[in-house]
């Protein structure tokens, strides 16, 4: 008996000290005993654009939202999400109840430019760097551009190769297509007209260089839906 009463006191004192030191328990939807809905998983907005998101099953329970980066898109206090910048970002809701704990869903948001016929841009190319330009038309049709390459670099191993090209459907990868022009120490400007994917510039200058771009739609009735940069390392 004594032993028995040994134990027992043990396992008080076990439940007692876990219950005092324990932290406040964050329950699941399933556990708190409700379940809400959000109709809006992922939601793609252009910059400036808005959309309420559309929330049920959620009767008596508070909402909290919240933007991971506020500077791509934002959100009201209600819910309403409204795009800012080009980007990608996360929407937090937190639904809570009294005495249930809270439970946080998430809405990816990709925030989109609006159309557009004109874009310029000044980058730093590394040295044996390939910049590449992807142009995508509104409409989804082959869009004809011209894009302006400009640097006012001084040196005299100055060398920028211009090609374009499309994107193998099975592979992902650039295919080349043709050898659009160069720069170098003698031209520092070229001006050039494409409908392929993909434009890119290869440094091989033995240092980086600054050059401005600019691409514009050859036929103004046509707009791009936006133009994505990356680089990868000359492997040749």
């Given at each position: 008996?004594?032993?028995?009463?040994?134990?027992?006191a043990?396992?008080?004192?076990?439940v007692?000290?876990?219950?005092?030191?324990?932290?406040?328990?964050?329950?699941?939807?399933?556990?708190?005993?409700?379940?809400?809905?959000?109709?809006?998983?992922?939601?793609?907005?252009?910059v400036?654009k808005?959309?309420?998101?559309?929330i049920?099953?959620?009767?008596?329970?508070?909402?909290?939202?919240?933007?991971?980066?506020k500077?791509?898109?934002?959100?009201s206090?209600?819910?309403k999400i409204?795009?800012?910048?080009?980007?990608?970002?996360?929407?937090?809701?937190?639904?809570?109840?009294?005495?249930?704990?809270?439970?946080?869903?998430?809405?990816?948001?990709?925030?989109?430019?609006?159309?557009?016929?004109?874009?310029?841009?000044?980058?730093?190319?590394?040295?044996l760097?390939?910049?590449?330009?992807?142009?995508?038309?509104?409409?989804?049709?082959?869009?004809?551009?011209?894009?302006?390459?400009?640097?006012?670099?001084?040196?005299?191993?100055?060398?920028?190769?211009i090609?374009?090209?499309n994107?193998?459907?099975?592979s992902g990868?650039?295919?080349?297509?043709?050898?659009?022009?160069?720069?170098?120490?003698?031209?520092?400007?070229?001006e050039?007209?494409?409908?392929?994917e993909?434009?890119?510039?290869?440094?091989?200058?033995?240092?980086?260089?600054?050059?401005?771009?600019?691409?514009?739609?050859?036929?103004?009735?046509?707009?791009?839906?936006?133009?994505?940069?990356?680089?990868?390392?000359?492997?040749?």
């Amino acid at each position: 008996m004594k032993i028995h009463r040994k134990v027992i006191a043990v396992l008080l004192l076990a439940v007692l000290f876990f219950g005092l030191v324990s932290p406040a328990t964050t329950y699941t939807a399933e556990a708190a005993g409700y379940y809400p809905r959000i109709k809006e998983k992922n939601l793609t907005l252009q910059v400036g654009k808005s959309k309420k998101l559309t929330i049920t099953n959620a009767d008596g329970l508070k909402k909290k939202f919240k933007s991971k980066d506020k500077t791509i898109a934002k959100v009201s206090k209600t819910g309403k999400i409204t795009g800012v910048k080009k980007g990608e970002t996360d929407i937090v809701i937190t639904f809570s109840a009294p005495k249930k704990g809270s439970y946080d869903a998430e809405v990816h948001v990709k925030v989109e430019p609006k159309p557009f016929t004109s874009l310029t841009k000044t980058v730093t190319i590394e040295n044996l760097t390939q910049y590449r330009i992807w142009v995508k038309s509104a409409d989804k049709k082959k869009l004809p551009y011209n894009i302006v390459i400009s640097t006012e670099s001084e040196s005299e191993n100055l060398n920028l190769e211009i090609y374009d090209g499309n994107v193998n459907k099975k592979s992902g990868g650039v295919v080349f297509v043709g050898d659009l022009a160069q720069i170098d120490s003698s031209q520092k400007e070229v001006e050039i007209t494409s409908s392929k994917e993909v434009v890119w510039i290869n440094n091989r200058s033995g240092a980086p260089v600054e050059v401005t771009i600019t691409i514009s739609t050859a036929d103004a009735k046509r707009k791009m839906k936006d133009v994505d940069f990356d680089e990868a390392k000359l492997t040749h």
